[in-house]
């Protein structure tokens, strides 16, 4: 059974900082794709950024040069920095493991709430 546990989430003001974490129950070097997405109010869930096993990184349109996926595989945890924070960004933020041939398995962590508001 795969556990992601996030953390991290909180109230910032705009133009501030956080740092999302999640680690999961065990080895990370199985999911071929990890990262996060994000859900507001009333709309979808749309991916934010992700990250391989390789290090190559996805970012959405509206966080790129913001937001920063990282993954430390000796902590078997994977970040993201957000800075620049806007009011938008406001959502549950969720993490997602990925993993299988053609990534069919697909984890999901029970979610953060991040608010940026003054």
Do not use: H
């Not at 065990?26 to 990262?35: A, D, K, Q, T």
Request: net charge neutral.
């Amino acid at each position: 059974q795969v556990q992601l546990v996030e953390s991290g989430g909180g109230l910032v003001q705009p133009g501030g900082s956080l740092r999302l974490s999640c680690t999961a129950s065990g080895s990370i070097y199985r999911f071929n794709v990890m990262g996060w997405y994000r859900q507001a109010l009333e709309k979808e869930r749309e991916l934010v950024a992700t990250i391989t096993t390789g290090g190559t990184t996805q970012y959405l349109d509206s966080v790129k040069g913001r937001f920063t996926v990282s993954r430390d595989n000796a902590k078997n945890t994977v970040y993201l920095q957000m800075n620049s924070l806007k009011p938008e960004d406001t959502a549950v933020y969720y993490c997602n493991a990925k993993e299988g041939y053609n990534n069919d398995y697909n984890y999901w962590g029970q979610g953060t709430q991040v608010t940026v508001s003054s």
